[in-house]
């Protein structure tokens, strides 16, 4: 079964800090990656599409990686501010599907 | 470009009451997808839709939940009769057939009481 987990479900740390949130997806045969932001009572944000074929994708203070023989993804965000406090949620497609299939998402906290 | 658009926002019903809602796709964007995301879970797929044809909806519990996407366009999801356990967060996406990002809509946060 093609399954997307993410792991811790919460985090907490401190402004400024660096950081990273895991995702990890059985079946290494994807199609992409996405990072996406979820901010509370609103819809979802695309922040990073990473392609099979790539390694890493860059958006400002944000670093997506991928590695898919060991079927993980670290999106990593630099000197973290309490405005990149919301949920992120990994999704991969996989070859031949067509849909995302969502992990369970990391509630994220920075204190200022 | 105009975004997902859907309604209402917020819906609280009783159980076995029905409920429907409502996305307008952003515009020229053949593929429309309908997602249930439960309360600290990510979201799941109920239901996709490729201009009016359905490519996938096998998560869709079918005895109780059906969709629509008229014209190839629009789309409604409807819920009849509810119960407690679809309380969540319904989010419509879409996404064009040469474009790989889907965009998603604020969503409708149903609660079922």
């Known amino acids: 079964k093609q399954e997307v987990t993410q792991i811790p479900a919460a985090l907490s740390v401190p402004e400024g800090e660096n950081l990273v949130l895991n995702c990890s997806f059985t079946?290494?045969?994807?199609?992409?990656l996405q990072w996406f932001r979820q901010d509370p009572g609103k819809g979802l944000t695309s922040l990073l599409l990473?392609?099979?074929?790539?390694r890493e994708q860059t958006s400002g203070r944000l670093n997506a990686s991928l590695d898919k023989s060991s079927g993980r993804s670290t999106l990593y965000i630099a000197a973290s501010q309490p405005g990149d406090s919301a949920t992120y949620l990994c999704?991969?497609?996989?070859?031949?599907?067509?849909?995302?299939?969502f992990g369970q998402g990391t509630r994220l906290t920075i204190n200022p | 470009e105009a975004g997902v658009a859907q309604s209402p926002r917020y819906k609280i019903i009783e159980k076995r009451q029905s409920v429907a809602f409502w996305c307008n796709p952003i515009s020229g964007h053949a593929t429309l997808y309908w997602y249930q995301q439960i309360l600290g879970q990510g979201p799941k797929l109920l239901i996709q839709f490729q201009n009016n044809g359905v490519v996938d909806d096998s998560q869709l519990p079918k005895d109780r939940f059906s969709a629509e996407r008229l014209k190839g366009v629009d789309s409604t999801l409807k819920i009849q009769p509810a119960k407690l356990e679809d309380s969540a967060v319904y989010l419509c996406?879409?996404?064009?057939?040469?474009?790989?990002?889907?965009?998603f809509g604020q969503g409708t946060r149903l609660t079922v009481v």
């Open positions: 999704a991969v497609k996989w070859q031949g599907a067509q849909k995302l299939v």
């Open positions: 990473i392609q099979s074929s790539q």
């Open positions: 996406a879409s996404s064009s057939l040469t474009r790989i990002r889907a965009f």
């Open positions: 079946d290494s045969a994807i199609y992409n």
